[in-house]
């Protein structure tokens, strides 16, 4: 018989509150003063909670499928903006095939990165577009490619002087994108490296090396966050660790979803995700 799972359930339901505390003070309710009221950070904390469960579990059931050994998610709650630092999950088997590896770490963020656009354009359709009085001292967060798609097809084209006051469902479909293109970084192991191995071999130490590169110049001009991120990906290692059965080949469909994945990359990726005006 199997253990519940203790940790996983204590750190999910951790991490919720904190996401519910977070979304609260996003909604303009400060917890400790109006206790009452905690209820209106749900919208905000379900939302992220569903994405990154998703993004966690689809990991989860593809590895199953392959006959991995995986961990439940672990999630980890954080005194942020949002409540968390993210989930994961732990891997107790080697990933031996190409076709495993692309599987594994395109599921979670092909995944998450749909739960995001299905929220942010539920979240954007509940948004509103306002005149922006203040411009200094408050924060701003950046557009990727998608994101600014879905927000001119849904609320038009923002005119000089004005932004988008988000609903708290459009935010966590924000950071659910981010969070996709942060996974899908072609570099090291993680899922983007997974799936960059996968397609390119031995080559992709190279794109791994470039992109460490860029960051280097978007950390100093863009946003500092890169430049910690270059450092980061340096520590943790650019070159993917080798597969036992390297000669099983990829088939069309997984090459396919491999650089569907790293399309999704170029579409959600961020240059500057927040600055203070």
């Known amino acids: 018989m199997k253990k519940f799972p203790f940790l996983h359930f204590f750190l999910f339901i951790l991490t919720l509150f904190s996401t519910l505390i977070a979304g609260a003070f996003l909604s303009g309710i400060d917890p400790l003063k109006e206790p009452e009221k905690i209820y209106k950070g749900l919208p905000f904390a379900m939302t992220l909670m569903t994405i990154l ?3 966690e579990l689809s990991h989860y059931f593809a590895s199953k499928k392959h006959k991995i050994k995986a961990t439940l ?3 980890i709650p954080a005194p942020t903006i949002i409540g968390t630092f993210g989930a994961f999950i732990k891997m107790k088997s080697p990933i031996i095939t190409r076709k495993a590896l692309v599987d594994i770490g395109a599921s979670g963020p092909i995944v998450g990165f749909i739960v995001s656009v299905i929220a942010t354009v539920i979240g954007l359709n509940n948004s509103e577009i306002i005149k922006v009085t203040l411009t200094e001292g408050i924060p701003s967060f950046g557009d990727s490619i998608l994101f600014s798609f879905l927000s001119r097809i849904v609320l038009g084209i923002t005119p000089p002087g004005h932004d988008i006051l988000l609903h708290p469902i459009a935010f966590a479909g924000w950071v659910g994108l981010f969070v996709t293109s942060l996974n899908l970084i072609p570099v090291g192991q993680l899922d983007g490296g997974h799936i960059a191995y996968a397609l390119l071999g031995e080559k992709h130490i190279h794109l791994s090396k470039l992109l460490v590169v860029i960051m280097v110049p978007l950390g100093l001009l863009l946003w500092a966050g890169w430049a ?3 450092v980061l990906l340096l520590i ?3 070159r993917h660790p080798p597969l036992l059965y390297w000669e099983v080949p990829l088939d069309t469909k997984r090459r396919f ?5 790293l399309v999704i ?3 959600t990726f961020i240059p500057v995700p927040f600055k203070i005006l």
């Open 228 to 230: 910690v991120w270059a």
């Open 53 to 55: 469960l998703s993004h």
């Open 265 to 267: 990359f170029v579409l």
């Open 73 to 75: 998610p672990y999630f």
């Open 236 to 238: 943790l290692g650019l």
């Open 257 to 261: 979803i491999g650089w569907l994945a």
